[in-house]
């Protein structure tokens, strides 16, 4: 409540000097408050540009120690795994995610050997970067079967808790997954695994870049808008949260980030819980490529990751988490 006016309540006052600005500030971001992705790749010494997202790239196993080196070095709490598959190790079932062998678990081996708990290990727990038609389940007569889904997205679960993962992050949008997942980790001793459930996953138009970067983008057929949310729902997105918090979820995502963060504000307000925002490729790309061009300014990313800040997010998934000495004033 505004108890002055003016000429005596004077708000530019506390704007006048950076020092007084710094002061007053109601939102900051630092390295803590970020997640990085990492894009992997079959082969050796292999860094290879995605022509849809400026400065990202794909990393062969051998080559990711100099990302998480500097992502180590920039404080960032964790990395996010996504794998791009060979298409012929993928099939209609996504066998490829319970390989022991696949990208997603040699790469957890390998940091967990080199880096122990320097930083932590996130992996998507899905199928589409895994499946001939693209879809994050079980396809039968163009629909995404659910409970047939959550019984490979268990095994996949249990398999990267056992190769190291810290954090499951199940994207898929199965209704109920996360209570089977939380129970069969239980189950095994994985009590202390924490799942960060992708509990308000829209059907964007936005995820365009991410999809061809994991491999999936030609090969899916038709679209995910019966599994994933219908972007006109507001009310939806609580009802999506409170169950998989009752089913065990330890944190919740938002995704995209900056188109929906009105619902990171409402989750955030109604649940009290970690709230995960997830800045997503075709954000990221279009954002990097009106720098490139000289549209917008460079400081106009710092502005974009603190808008997600300020509507409640905890922590964000952003591809501009390996640039951060560059970002972060």
């Known amino acids: 409540m505004i108890t002055g006016k003016y000429p005596n309540l004077r708000l530019r006052r506390n704007r006048k000097n950076s020092w007084s600005r710094r002061l007053v500030a109601e939102n900051n971001l630092s390295a803590n408050d970020f997640i990085l992705p990492i894009f992997l790749i079959e082969g050796k010494n292999k860094t290879q540009p995605i022509k849809s997202m400026p ?5 062969s196993i051998d080559n990711i120690g100099k990302i998480i080196d500097r992502a180590i070095k920039n404080q960032v709490p964790m990395v996010a795994l996504f794998p791009n598959s060979s298409k012929k190790l993928k099939d209609n079932l996504g066998s490829e995610a319970l390989n022991e062998n696949n990208l997603v678990c040699r790469a957890i081996r390998y940091i967990k050997k080199r880096y122990k708990n320097k930083i932590g290990i996130m992996c998507d727990v899905a199928l589409d970067p895994y499946t001939s038609h693209g879809h994050d389940g079980i396809l039968k007569s163009g629909y995404v079967l659910n409970d047939e889904t959550i019984d490979i997205l268990i095994d996949q679960s249990l398999l990267q808790a056992e190769m190291g993962c810290d954090v499951l992050a199940p994207s898929d949008m199965m209704d109920g997954r996360i209570g089977k997942i939380r129970s069969a980790l239980d189950k095994k001793n994985f009590k202390n695994v924490q799942l960060l459930s992708y509990a308000v996953k ?23 808008k019966t599994y994933q949310m219908d972007f006109k729902n507001n009310d939806e997105a609580l009802r999506e949260v409170a169950l998989d918090i009752k089913e ?5 995502m938002v995704k995209p980030g900056l188109p929906y963060l009105d619902i990171i504000k409402t989750i955030k307000n109604n649940f009290k819980i970690p709230v995960f925002a997830y800045q997503v490729s075709g954000e990221y790309s279009m954002l990097a490529n009106a720098i490139n061009k000289k549209i917008i300014k460079k400081d106009a990313i710092y502005e974009n990751l603190m808008s997600f800040k ?20």
Not at 248 to 252: E, I, K, P, R, S
């Open 248 to 252: 065990g979820a330890d944190m919740v």
């Open 310 to 329: 300020r509507a409640g997010a905890n922590a964000i998934v952003s591809y501009y988490a390996d640039r951060l000495n560059e970002i972060l004033p």
């Open 55 to 59: 400065d990202v790239f794909r990393y």
């Open 202 to 224: 829209y059907a964007s138009n936005f995820y365009g870049p991410f999809r061809d970067a994991v491999g999936s983008k030609t090969s899916l057929k038709g679209d995910k």
